[in-house]
């Protein structure tokens, strides 16, 4: 049994995450926990609620959430008639990372899945602002994020960055190995050349990777470093076809610059494919 989180704003974009994700594990037994969360500064979206004379605004905010929740399930209950599925809703006050941590933390959750972009769906950033906040926050819970409007593949290559500067271990490694399970899918490796070869850490982080990697089938690929990383990265994607992208998360490492590049570095880098951020430390 998995348990899958979906934060959800009740845009189209968070519930195409959700769909994914029930497609993703359509045929593992899930419990799929759908969250909202609020504060006194969400606007309220239903006239009829912001009519109520006789509740704060705080609890027309809250029954307006327990709203959306319910039209979501009922929604994703036609769309994902899976008695392998269950689904639970989760109202909460507070604001977006806190209530993310809290229930990651409370429902044991094993993977985070929400959509690249939120209700304004602006397209010109890599990843909105609550994936990222949500990638840099949970220390312990990977995260998939899904773009915009994206129709449900399974990603039979999935395409790992790295640049083998830290040591692997199973741990960090489970979540990349689950989902190349998931999916029947053969991992990529990819390393950017920054230098002509690997020095001897790098060698012997590559080892150990492999090592771990060695019941799933998987490559080793080595890219040219262009003028951006993310353009090579990108290059890499498009020419082999890659349906899904992971890489770890490190306090000082690509994913975090990646994240933090300026917006025209961000704009070259068009994901069209489901985004895996597996944290660790440094």
Known sequence: MKNILIPTDF???????????????????????????????????????????????IEQLGDESVEGLQHSMHRINLDDDNPKHRFELLSRKGSFINTLQHAVAENDIDLVVMGTTGATGNTSVFLGSNTTKAMAALKACPVLAIPLEKEFSMPYEIAFASDYRRNFDAKILEPLRFMSKLCSAA????????????DKQQEGNLNTLLAYMKPLPHSIHW??????????????????????LAMIRYEHGFVKKLLREPVI???????????????AED
């Open 187 to 198: 991992v990529r490796i990819v390393h950017i050349n920054e230098q002509e070869r690997l």
């Open 223 to 244: 890219m040219p470093h262009f003028a951006s990383k993310t353009k090579t990265l990108q290059t890499f994607l498009d020419e082999l076809g890659i349906g899904m």
């Open 11 to 57: 845009s189209n974009n968070a519930y195409n995450a959700l769909f994914y994700a029930t497609a993703l594990f359509h045929h593992h037994e899930c419990t799929f926990f759908i969250l909202n969360s609020f504060t006194e500064v969400t606007p309220l979206k239903s006239v009829s609620l912001s009519n109520g004379k006789h509740k704060s605004l």
């Open 265 to 279: 570095e961000k704009m070259a880098f068009h994901l069209s494919i489901p985004f895996l951020v597996i944290p």
